[in-house]
């Protein structure tokens, strides 16, 4: 089990959300507007508006190695122009295209563009594409649809211990 050492005022919940959305299997769960984010361990963490800048943990993970993980957060800005709406679901997953649960994940029932939110507790020096979905309609929470738009990073964003990690995504209407 790792123990997450948070910063004050976020709240720690039980649950884990998994991105169906990007055709990574399992339940899809949604939050408030205000978003809901699950990152390493499994750990749920409520933030507010999802805005402020990125840190990183140490953790130290139980077990025979005691070694310790570093962990690192991502703030992420989704940007979009168009009339759709839906509800909008950030990821951050290892491989493209995805396989299996995210690493971390938060959703927004009621995007406001440009939407923040911050991926919490991934596992540093590590790779990841952060991936953001709007399932128009809100009729497919398993897997993106051909309306809902979809943003991912190419390459992947590398992720490092100490360095605060920023990625904008922008979501565009289809032709």
């Given at each position: 089990?790792?123990?997450?050492?948070?910063?004050?005022?976020?709240?720690?919940?039980?649950?884990?959300?998994?991105?169906?959305?990007?055709?990574?299997?399992?339940?899809?769960?949604?939050?408030?507007?205000?978003?809901?984010?699950?990152?390493?361990?499994?750990?749920?963490?409520?933030?507010?508006?999802?805005?402020?800048?990125?840190?990183?943990?140490?953790?130290?993970?139980?077990?025979?190695?005691?070694?310790?993980?570093?962990?690192?957060?991502?703030?992420?800005?989704?940007?979009?122009?168009?009339t759709q709406t839906g509800t909008?679901?950030?990821?951050?997953?290892?491989?493209?295209?995805?396989?299996?649960?995210?690493?971390?994940?938060?959703?927004?029932?009621?995007?406001?563009?440009?939407?923040?939110?911050?991926?919490?507790?991934?596992?540093?020096?590590?790779?990841?594409?952060?991936?953001?979905?709007?399932?128009?309609?809100?009729?497919?929470?398993?897997?993106?649809?051909?309306?809902?738009?979809?943003?991912?990073?190419?390459?992947?964003?590398?992720?490092?211990?100490?360095?605060?990690?920023?990625?904008?995504?922008?979501?565009?209407?289809?032709?």
């Amino acid at each position: 089990m790792i123990g997450l050492q948070r910063t004050p005022g976020i709240v720690l919940a039980i649950g884990i959300s998994v991105l169906g959305a990007v055709g990574c299997g399992g339940d899809a769960s949604t939050a408030s507007s205000s978003g809901s984010t699950t990152g390493a361990g499994g750990a749920a963490a409520t933030t507010g508006s999802g805005g402020g800048s990125s840190s990183t943990d140490t953790s130290s993970a139980s077990g025979s190695g005691g070694a310790a993980v570093m962990l690192a957060d991502v703030d992420v800005t989704v940007n979009y122009a168009g009339t759709q709406t839906g509800t909008l679901s950030i990821a951050a997953v290892t491989s493209f295209p995805p396989m299996g649960p995210p690493v971390a994940f938060q959703s927004f029932k009621m995007p406001m563009f440009p939407q923040k939110g911050m991926l919490i507790g991934l596992e540093v020096p590590r790779d990841y594409y952060i991936v953001a979905v709007l399932d128009i309609g809100n009729n497919n929470p398993q897997s993106p649809g051909p309306e809902d738009l979809v943003a991912i990073t190419m390459p992947a964003v590398k992720l490092t211990a100490g360095a605060a990690a920023k990625v904008d995504l922008t979501l565009t209407d289809k032709p």
